[in-house]
């Protein structure tokens, strides 16, 4: 199944995934963190993770709330969401977790 915008491309490493972190909070957009266990081209709605990381400006901070994401739901496809507050709205998103068997 092909899921937002690298799913065409080879699985992104974890350095990878740090740069493009790195370039939503260089742009100035807001990381949130979302997760679902059944993803489906017509269900966009999947379950936030704790709640967006507002005036967060490290990759360390998101990173490390994406291992507590990983963590406690291991079997679950996590993707990463950037949030342009000016547009009010969602300009970026990437798959960064699928489970196991979905690889």
Not at 79 to 86: E, F, H, I, L, S
Request: glycine letters at 4%; hydrophobic letters at 45%.
């Amino acid at each position: 199944m092909k899921l937002e915008t690298f799913s065409y491309l080879p699985e992104l490493t974890d350095d990878e995934v740090a740069a493009q972190i790195r370039s939503i909070l260089d742009r100035g957009l807001m990381v949130a963190l979302e997760y679902t266990d059944e993803p489906d081209p017509y269900e966009h709605y999947w379950t936030l993770w704790k709640l967006p990381l507002f005036g967060v400006v490290e990759t360390a901070v998101v990173l490390a709330e994406l291992e507590q994401c990983r963590a406690a739901h291991p079997t679950s496809y996590i993707r990463v969401n950037g949030y342009d507050a000016v547009r009010q709205g969602q300009v970026m998103s990437f798959v960064v977790h699928r489970p196991a068997e979905a690889l």
